[in-house]
T-cell receptor
Framework: GNSVTQMEGPVTLSEEAFLTINCTYT??????LFWYVQYPGEGLQLLLK?????DKGSNKGFEATYRKETTSFHLEKGSVQVSDSAVYFC???????????FGQGTRLTINP | DTAVSQTPKYLVTQMGNDKSIKCEQN?????MYWYKQDSKKFLKIMFS???????INETVPNRFSPKSPDKAHLNLHINSLELGDSAVYFC???????????FGPGTRLTVL
């Protein structure tokens, strides 16, 4: 079945550091890929998405590129802020499927 | 304006009790979902309804029964609560099943 594996956290960085959170997936065909963010005490919010190979999703300075050859969708940001502290979830939706399959989440803490 | 709302936000109850969590969305979406997030932040779908009809029913104990009185509401009733039911439950909605899902703020259920 479909699955998503994220880099284990927690991840702690200093403000303005470069961020990478790794995400790899297993799926048949061409799934849609997503990054969701969960700020403390809140529900999940869609951060960015990509629906086909080589697509790049971007939002709020975050980027992720759909790499079919490596089955990856790594999240990157060039300069993180304290306000980026949250839990980040990578997810996929299989072709024609109706449910999201989530990775285990990565807790990110940014120190000033 | 609240898009997807859940009540209550916190629910503390004794083992063996029956409880309900309510979800409402004012986005005009036709598909709604329930997810369970365990203590390790792992997020997994439980149910999905499209136009009041059940379309996803994962392997969930039959003590859990979703009810959709109309397209804007999807309630979750849990009978004979067990310690392992303690988790955060998220409601979500989307326009049709293949589009972006919007999440509610979550209901933290604690079973003592």
């Amino acid at each position: 079945g479909n699955s998503v594996t994220q880099m284990e956290g927690p991840v702690t960085l200093s403000e303005e550091a470069f961020l990478t959170i790794n995400c790899t997936y297993t799926a048949t065909g061409y799934p849609s890929l997503f990054w969701y963010v969960q700020y403390p005490g809140e529900g999940l919010q869609l951060l960015l998405k990509a629906t086909k190979a080589d697509d790049k999703g971007s939002n709020k300075g975050f980027e992720a590129t759909y790499r079919k050859e490596t089955t990856s969708f790594h999240l990157e940001k060039g300069s993180v802020q304290v306000s980026d502290s949250a839990v980040y979830f990578c997810a996929l939706r299989g072709l024609g499927a109706q449910k999201l399959v989530f990775g285990q989440g990565t807790r990110l803490t940014i120190n000033p | 304006d609240t898009a997807v709302s859940q009540t209550p936000k916190y629910l503390v109850t004794q083992m063996g009790n029956d409880k309900s969590i309510k979800c409402e969305q004012n986005l005009g979406h036709d598909t709604m979902y329930w997810y369970k997030q365990d203590s390790k932040k792992f997020l997994k779908i439980m149910f999905s309804y499209n136009n009041k009809e059940l379309i996803i029913n994962e392997t969930v104990p039959n003590r859990f029964s979703p009810k959709s009185p109309d397209k804007a509401h999807l309630n979750l009733h849990i009978n004979s609560l067990e310690l392992g039911d303690s988790a955060v439950y998220f409601c979500a909605s989307s326009i049709e099943a293949l589009n972006e899902q919007f999440f509610g703020p979550g209901t933290r259920l604690t079973v003592l």
